[in-house]
């Protein structure tokens, strides 16, 4: 692969750095073997049980269910919240889609409101403005892990008659805290993804927290994650059979992948030490760059710790995205934009709602740009796309 990549480019003395390289950690791979030879290979295994303790010593809700996917997750929050057609999600347009197919999967509609441009998360004063009768939930992204205002959403729910959820889309920020406080403990639900490009990865795959105390929601959502059955309660010997009993999917991951997990989760705080320390090189050393040519580099509030899952800089105005990006392609650096306004989609123009003109992520959508963060580069690759940047 490495070989092909060079000669494609056809350079010599250059490597291309890639904007994300998966890492994989020593131990991960030593659990892998250990759950092939064990001969225990499909899900809620020891190795599941082992990494959703983990998981839940980072995250500490109530309950934590590993999945298939982040997409997963999300699908089985809306199911347990038994969204229907009718009932409105509000979320930020400058999104990921599975949390918008989420909602439309059980028929209910998503409401795309507009984003702070200071954080790019959801505008917690437009989610006032957005709530009707028909409102359910608040489904909130913490954009490069760095925390919505939370307390603001809280605040514009309260003021309504009926009872609205909040659900965290914690993609991002597994790590990442409010006041001290982990995301992904402040909303009913919360979900991870586990993909190649998030900060703890295993290829594919996710995780559901239930906060709510209720135990019919952790009940449920064994059911629904095992394709509608009881087969969780018959393996712990509460029910001599098991049967269909509930709508589900299979959305339980192996125990192989569970063993990968725990071997990543493992390595997570030596990760995110390293991500930590090239986020903070890129934001000290293109600070006098991006304010000469007034580019804007991400503000992170007082209150948030994030996890270095993103590095972005929004270009100046008279930058043009596609042209940034070529330029650091010739200079051997992979560069991404993000999201595209949900709201501006095919799909979203047919099923959903908006409330106003959601400027911001339109512009912010145009202007945003993704620099290679992973935990394997080097001081050398980071100093290399730094000069790209600037020069
Ligand atoms: C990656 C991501 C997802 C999807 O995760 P999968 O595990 O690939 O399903 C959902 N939401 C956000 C915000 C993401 O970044």
Redesign the pocket.
């Known amino acids: 692969m490495v070989g092909a990549t060079f000669e494609f480019f056809g350079r010599v003395n250059s490597v291309r750095i890639p904007f994300n390289k998966p890492f994989v950690s020593q131990q991960a791979r030593r659990y892998m073997l250990e759950s092939l030879d064990s001969g225990h290979q499909s899900g809620d295994g020891p190795f599941t049980k082992a990494a959703t303790e983990e998981l839940l010593g980072l995250i500490p809700a109530r309950n934590a269910l590993l999945?298939?996917?982040?997409?997963?997750?999300?699908e089985m929050a809306a199911i347990l919240m038994d969204l229907k057609p009718g009932d409105e999600v509000i979320l930020p347009s400058f999104?990921?889609?599975?949390?918008a197919n989420a909602i439309v999967l059980r028929g209910a509609t998503p409401v795309f409101v507009d984003i702070d441009p200071s954080t790019l998360n959801i505008d917690a004063s437009q989610v006032a403005e957005a709530i009707t009768d028909r409102t359910r939930a608040v489904l909130v992204?913490h954009?490069a892990g760095v925390a919505a205002d939370i307390e603001a959403i809280k605040a514009a729910i309260d003021g309504s008659s009926r009872r609205i959820e909040i659900i965290e889309?914690?993609?991002?920020g597994l790590g990442a805290s409010w006041q001290g406080q982990p995301l992904g403990t402040f909303g009913s639900f919360s979900?991870?993804?586990?993909?190649e490009?998030?900060n703890l990865q295993i290829g594919?795959?996710?995780a559901l927290f239930i906060n709510s105390d209720d135990p019919k929601f952790m009940e449920r959502a064994e059911i629904i994650r095992e394709k509608g059955t009881n087969r969780s309660r018959f393996f712990r010997g509460q029910v001599d059979k098991y049967t269909w009993v509930d709508i589900g999917s299979s959305w339980l991951p192996s125990d192989v992948s569970a063993a990968l997990l725990l071997g990543q989760i493992q390595a997570f705080s030596d990760t995110q030490k390293r991500r930590k320390e090239i986020w903070n090189t890129y934001h000290e050393q293109l600070c006098p760059w991006a304010e000469l040519h007034g580019h804007r580099q991400p503000f992170i509030p007082p209150d948030a710790d994030h996890p270095a899952h993103i590095y972005y800089l929004l270009l100046a105005e008279h930058i043009k995205q596609a042209d940034f990006i070529e330029s650091m392609s010739a200079r051997d650096v992979h560069v991404t934009f993000h999201y595209r306004p949900l709201h501006l989609s095919t799909m979203g123009k047919q099923v959903s709602r908006t409330v106003g003109e959601l400027p911001v992520s339109v512009d912010v959508s145009d202007r945003l740009v993704r620099l290679p963060i992973w935990p394997d580069m080097s001081d050398s690759q980071v100093a290399q796309v730094i000069d790209a940047v600037t020069q």
Do not use: R
């Open positions: 999945t298939t996917s982040c997409t997963h997750a999300l999104n990921f889609v599975s949390a992204l954009y889309d914690n993609a991002h979900t991870l993804s586990f993909h490009t998030k594919e795959g996710g």
